[in-house]
């Protein structure tokens, strides 16, 4: 089955600003579940001018003690696989990451682009699409992909909050034109 959860967001600040947040938002103390990221791979086609990147983010495993007692569920943490790329001359960083725990059960992918705002060229849209679907857990399946969901959910809602923090606190006051 599987469920989805969309996103939409225009962060009041330039592109280069919003997208050196993001390169930057974890870890961070006003997100305790992300662990570390590290960049295991960077390039830049100097052709075209796009940077490519991949990270690996460590998460903490914040499945519900109660539904650890299944034994697949019972990890100390949560790795995930980011790949982007960056395109300063358009104006665009497209991601897409994907969870690399649990693969046999369980599919978790997001793709998402920031992008110059049509409304304010000095704006930047953000927009995520991320989907879950659990198999091989039984009845256990739709009990599992509606805590992922509504955890996916709250997520994009503290990661879009914790950007705008970040972006004031970096950048000032949003541009409000």
Same mark, same amino acid.
């Given at each position: 089955?599987?469920?989805? *959860?969309?996103?939409?967001?225009?962060?009041?600040?330039?592109?280069?600003?919003?997208?050196? #947040?993001?390169?930057?938002?974890?870890?961070?103390?006003?997100?305790?579940?992300?662990? @570390?990221?590290?960049?295991?791979?960077?390039? $830049?086609? /100097?052709?075209?001018?796009?940077?490519?990147?991949?990270?690996?983010?460590?998460?903490?495993?914040?499945?519900?003690?109660?539904?650890?007692?299944?034994?697949?569920? $019972? *990890?100390?943490?949560?790795?995930? %696989? %980011? %790949?982007?790329?960056?395109? !300063?001359?358009?104006?665009?960083? @497209?991601?897409?990451?994907? #969870?690399?725990?649990?693969?046999?059960?369980?599919?978790?992918?997001? /793709?998402?682009?920031?992008? /110059?705002? *049509?409304?304010?060229?000095?704006?930047?849209?953000?927009?995520?699409?991320?989907?879950?679907?659990?198999?091989? @857990?039984?009845?256990?399946?739709?009990?599992? /992909?509606?805590?992922?969901? @509504?955890?996916?959910?709250?997520?994009?809602?503290?990661?879009?909050?914790?950007?705008?923090? !970040?972006?004031?606190?970096?950048?000032?006051?949003?541009?409000? %034109?």
């Amino acid at each position: 089955m599987g469920v989805t *959860v969309d996103v939409h967001q225009v962060f009041q600040y330039p592109f280069e600003q919003v997208v050196a #947040c993001f390169l930057r938002k974890y870890p961070n103390p006003m997100d305790n579940n992300v662990i @570390a990221v590290k960049t295991v791979e960077e390039k $830049k086609d /100097e052709s075209t001018g796009l940077i490519y990147r991949k990270r690996i983010a460590i998460c903490q495993n914040v499945v519900p003690e109660i539904l650890r007692k299944v034994s697949i569920l $019972k *990890v100390p943490d949560i790795r995930l %696989e %980011e %790949e982007s790329w960056l395109s !300063l001359q358009k104006r665009n960083m @497209a991601i897409r990451s994907h #969870c690399l725990t649990w693969t046999q059960y369980a599919s978790m992918r997001e /793709e998402s682009v920031f992008q /110059e705002s *049509v409304e304010n060229p000095n704006w930047t849209e953000f927009i995520q699409r991320g989907r879950i679907s659990i198999t091989g @857990a039984g009845f256990f399946n739709c009990i599992l /992909e509606t805590f992922a969901s @509504a955890f996916l959910r709250q997520g994009a809602q503290k990661g879009i909050r914790i950007m705008e923090m !970040l972006l004031k606190e970096q950048c000032g006051a949003p541009l409000v %034109e």
